[in-house]
């Protein structure tokens, strides 16, 4: 059975009045928890501790609060009392504090009272940017086009690069030093960010340069790597398989490949293909089930316990074999626009499992948000506190609404805004 992604498919737990209502209390509940990263005194949304109160020892972060911004943006555009005025106090921090007003961009974190703490621009972060603006434009925010034009534009400025067909990594403040790396990662969300940005402004050109990403990412190095997705570069965009060996739990740049990845990457190939219609290439849907397919084959549960592994080596080894909540949510999230796109009950039970996994283990129903992560061995721990709902938060989403527009642009069509 194949479906053309616009509706749910009778039997699926999407169809299901009851399913998509937990899939609302979730994300109600979440939204509670995230409402504790808007209470403190310093600029933007704070990095919440376990019981989801601001952390004192971390300072505050462009990408968390570039990402609560969007969570609250969607909030909003379903109609939550009051996330408004949280996406305006997000606004406010990426207009004021968090913008360089001297060179451009903006500074990746802060001091407590405001003041620059780390300066570097990268492109990780200023996909958030784009992302958070787009979606508090498509909700209507005051301020909230401008900001979005103004980041497209750093975007198009100094991280784009079409002799490459990606985006390039980071540079210094005054955009003078070029960090010699390329990163996966960060052309991932640079994805994510121009499918939002296409999707609220009209503007086709962002897809062009979304498609080019992914045809170099994944359809040309993970293909060719047997869909083990390849996270780090040189500067000639020469794959570097031993990157970071000696901080194997980095946050951002893990040693080996993670399988998280492939599933959030399958999840984006297939808005792409929805966004691009008749014109999206053929191999768009085969390539998101060989990123699917290889993460449930050699990720999940290599060890015998249940969950996806955070990375693997090169021979399909558990190297950090803690269990994020980053990867699980995203893993829901590929299984529902594979169940949405093609109907067929492998993916269902696939989304089935997953959030079985979620509610027995990682839903923390005592101090709020999920578990960030459950440690295996005597691994260091990834992450510390539950510092955001984005990808959680997603989660509910996503097996919600359409393939494209995507998540703004979808909750405000179906606003009859659109």
Same mark, same amino acid.
């Given at each position: 059975?194949?479906?053309?992604?616009?509706?749910?498919?009778?039997?699926?737990?999407?169809?299901?009045?009851?399913?998509?209502?937990?899939? &609302?209390?979730?994300?109600?509940?979440?939204?509670?928890?995230?409402?504790?990263?808007?209470?403190?005194?310093?600029?933007?949304?704070?990095?919440?501790?376990?019981?989801?109160?601001?952390?004192?020892?971390?300072?505050?972060?462009?990408?968390?609060?570039?990402?609560?911004?969007?969570?609250?943006?969607?909030?909003?555009?379903?109609?939550?009392?009051?996330?408004?005025?949280?996406?305006?106090?997000?606004?406010?921090?990426?207009?004021? #504090?968090?913008?360089?007003?001297? =060179?451009?961009?903006?500074?990746?974190?802060?001091?407590?009272?405001?003041?620059?703490?780390?300066?570097?621009?990268?492109?990780?972060?200023?996909?958030?940017?784009?992302?958070?603006?787009?979606?508090?434009?498509?909700?209507?925010?005051?301020?909230?086009?401008?900001?979005?034009?103004?980041?497209?534009?750093?975007?198009?400025?100094?991280?784009?690069?079409?002799?490459?067909?990606?985006?390039?990594?980071?540079?210094?403040?005054?955009?003078?030093?070029?960090?010699?790396?390329?990163?996966?990662?960060?052309?991932?969300?640079?994805?994510?960010?121009?499918?939002?940005?296409?999707?609220?402004?009209?503007?086709?050109?962002?897809?062009?340069?979304?498609?080019?990403?992914?045809?170099?990412?994944?359809?040309?190095?993970?293909?060719?790597?047997?869909?083990?997705?390849?996270?780090?570069?040189?500067?000639?965009?020469?794959?570097?398989?031993?990157?970071?060996?000696?901080?194997?739990?980095?946050?951002?740049?893990?040693?080996?490949?993670?399988?998280?990845?492939?599933?959030?990457?399958?999840?984006?190939?297939? =808005?792409?293909?929805?966004?691009?219609?008749?014109?999206?290439?053929?191999?768009?849907?085969?390539?998101?089930?060989?990123?699917?397919?290889?993460?449930?084959?050699?990720?999940?549960? #290599?060890?015998?316990?249940?969950?996806?592994?955070?990375?693997?080596?090169?021979?399909?080894?558990?190297?950090?074999?803690?269990?994020?909540?980053?990867?699980?949510?995203?893993?829901?999230?590929?299984?529902?626009?594979?169940?949405?796109?093609?109907?067929?009950?492998?993916?269902?039970?696939?989304?089935?499992?997953?959030?079985?996994?979620?509610?027995?283990?990682?839903?923390?129903?005592?101090?709020?948000?999920?578990?960030?992560?459950?440690?295996?061995?005597?691994? &260091?721990?990834?992450?510390?506190?539950?510092?955001?709902?984005?990808?959680?938060?997603?989660?509910?989403?996503?097996?919600?609404? #359409?393939?494209?527009?995507?998540?703004?642009?979808?909750?405000?069509?179906?606003?009859?805004?659109?």
């Amino acid at each position: 059975m194949t479906s053309t992604g616009d509706s749910p498919q009778s039997g699926h737990w999407t169809s299901v009045a009851s399913h998509r209502a937990w899939l &609302d209390g979730e994300a109600d509940r979440l939204l509670s928890f995230a409402e504790g990263a808007g209470t403190g005194p310093a600029p933007g949304f704070a990095w919440l501790d376990d019981d989801g109160r601001p952390d004192p020892t971390q300072a505050p972060q462009l990408w968390i609060t570039a990402r609560m911004t969007h969570v609250f943006a969607l909030a909003c555009l379903r109609g939550r009392p009051g996330a408004g005025p949280l996406v305006d106090r997000g606004l406010a921090a990426l207009t004021g #504090p968090f913008q360089d007003t001297e =060179h451009g961009g903006w500074f990746s974190s802060l001091t407590g009272d405001g003041a620059p703490a780390a300066t570097d621009k990268s492109a990780y972060d200023h996909a958030f940017v784009v992302l958070a603006a787009a979606s508090a434009t498509a909700a209507g925010r005051p301020g909230a086009a401008e900001l979005l034009q103004q980041a497209l534009d750093v975007v198009e400025q100094h991280f784009w690069r079409d002799a490459e067909g990606r985006s390039v990594e980071s540079w210094d403040r005054t955009w003078a030093e070029l960090e010699p790396y390329r990163g996966a990662n960060s052309n991932m969300h640079t994805v994510e960010a121009f499918l939002t940005a296409a999707a609220v402004t009209g503007d086709d050109r962002w897809l062009t340069r979304a498609t080019s990403i992914v045809e170099l990412l994944v359809h040309t190095a993970a293909r060719d790597n047997g869909w083990r997705l390849p996270e780090h570069f040189d500067p000639e965009w020469r794959s570097l398989p031993d990157y970071n060996a000696d901080r194997k739990n980095d946050k951002f740049r893990p040693y080996g490949s993670t399988p998280g990845h492939w599933l959030e990457w399958s999840r984006l190939l297939l =808005h792409l293909e929805a966004a691009l219609g008749a014109d999206a290439p053929e191999w768009l849907l085969d390539d998101a089930r060989s990123l699917f397919g290889a993460a449930v084959e050699v990720g999940w549960a #290599p060890d015998g316990e249940s969950g996806f592994v955070y990375t693997l080596d090169w021979s399909d080894r558990p190297v950090v074999a803690s269990r994020l909540h980053w990867v699980l949510t995203e893993a829901i999230g590929a299984a529902a626009v594979l169940v949405r796109r093609t109907g067929e009950p492998e993916y269902e039970h696939w989304y089935r499992t997953f959030w079985d996994e979620a509610a027995v283990r990682f839903l923390d129903r005592d101090r709020g948000s999920w578990v960030h992560e459950l440690p295996v061995g005597d691994a &260091d721990p990834v992450w510390s506190g539950k510092p955001d709902v984005y990808h959680a938060y997603q989660a509910t989403l996503l097996p919600q609404l #359409p393939l494209s527009p995507v998540l703004a642009a979808a909750l405000r069509q179906s606003l009859g805004d659109g």
